[in-house]
């Protein structure tokens, strides 16, 4: 248990050192608070986007959505 712990930290300490890991706009490192957040990432299922690049931009925004025939947002 102690070796899996050890390497969580460790893995949290790459991430947190990782030159290419920063903000392209802002220069803000990355930062690991937790050193589950190999295995929290890894649980991600989705991420919207759309083609022209706004993830890349960091520029998102929700405009609407249906679920179930109910609509959300903007029309």
Avoid: H, P, W
């Avoid at 390497?7 to 949290?12: C, E, L, T, W």
């Avoid at 890894?42 to 991420?47: L, R």
């Avoid at 931009?57 to 609509?71: Q, W, Y």
């Amino acid at each position: 248990m102690v070796t899996l712990e050890m390497v969580k930290f460790m893995q949290a300490m790459f991430m947190n050192r990782d030159k290419k890991m920063v903000c392209k706009e802002t220069g803000i490192q990355t930062t690991c608070n937790s050193s589950n957040l190999n295995e929290e990432l890894g649980q991600i299922d989705y991420i919207f986007s759309d083609k022209t690049g706004t993830l890349t931009c960091n520029l998102m925004e929700f405009k609407c959505a249906s679920i179930g025939g109910v609509s959300y947002g903007k029309d």
